[in-house]
T-cell receptor, first 113, second 114 residues
Framework: KQEVTQIPAALSVPEGENLVLNCSFTDSAIYNLQWFRQDPGKGLTSLLLIQSSQREQTSGRLNASLDKSSGRSTLYIAASQPGDSATYLCAPGGHSGNTPLVFGKGTRLSVIA | DAGVIQSPRHEVTEMGQEVTLRCKPISGHDYLFWYRQTMMRGLELLIYFNNNVPIDDSGMPEDRFSAKMPNASFSTLKIQPSEPRDSAVYFC????????????FGPGTRLTVL
């Protein structure tokens, strides 16, 4: 059974810092991996999807990398802003396109102005 | 598109009552997912459908929970009878093509069982 760990559970940084959020998973035979953002009291919003054959994916100030063999992914946020404050969850997909995502518990990020 | 729509947004009920949560997925999406989120357990998949057919219900906690998808634009999650430990936020999500495709989440229903 896939288990997903996100470290740290919470992080507080001053505005402008570059930061890295970590995700590790126990079963490396994944189809893809997604990173989501969740604002308080809201649903999840997909940020990035990395296919198992890719090493990284970029969107604006966000860059996600994937090392499938070691069971790790990182989300890099450049020049953090107070609007980036949210909980970030990673979710590796299963062995095939029809094996559902398993979510980590997330990292709660606070960016202080 | 209005996105995934869930109702009600908040539900407070007494133990033993029946609760029905509703979801309208994004039009054209073939997959629909029901999740439950708690502080202790995080986000857990309860059940998902492909083209209105339940594919995996292994996450449904017990027989008190049931889910239906009578057509492509509507799904329900029912809890009968409800218990205080069912208190959580329940999310519905949909995706266009597969269980690992980009998923679009609704705003959730916050359920409190007294």
């Amino acid at each position: 059974k896939q288990e997903v760990t996100q470290i740290p559970a919470a992080l507080s940084v001053p505005e402008g810092e570059n930061l890295v959020l970590n995700c590790s998973f126990t079963d490396s035979a994944i189809y893809n991996l997604q990173w989501f953002r969740q604002d308080p009291g809201k649903g999840l919003t997909s940020l990035l999807l990395i296919q198992s054959s890719q090493r990284e994916q970029t969107s604006g100030r966000l860059n996600a990398s994937l090392d499938k063999s070691s069971g790790r992914s990182t989300l890099y946020i450049a020049a953090s802003q107070p609007g980036d404050s949210a909980t970030y969850l990673c979710a590796p997909g299963g062995h095939s396109g029809n094996t559902p995502l398993v979510f980590g518990k997330g990292t709660r990020l606070s960016v202080i102005a | 598109d209005a996105g995934v729509i869930q109702s009600p947004r908040h539900e407070v009920t007494e133990m033993g009552q029946e609760v029905t949560l509703r979801c309208k997925p994004i039009s054209g999406h073939d997959y629909l997912f029901w999740y439950r989120q708690t502080m202790m357990r995080g986000l857990e998949l309860l059940i998902y459908f492909n083209n209105n057919v339940p594919i995996d219900d292994s996450g449904m906690p017990e027989d008190r929970f049931s889910a239906k998808m009578p057509n492509a634009s509507f799904s329900t999650l029912k809890i009968q009878p409800s218990e205080p430990r069912d208190s959580a936020v329940y999310f519905c999500a949909s995706s266009p093509r597969g269980a690992t495709d980009t998923q679009y989440f609704g705003p959730g229903t916050r359920l409190t069982v007294l």
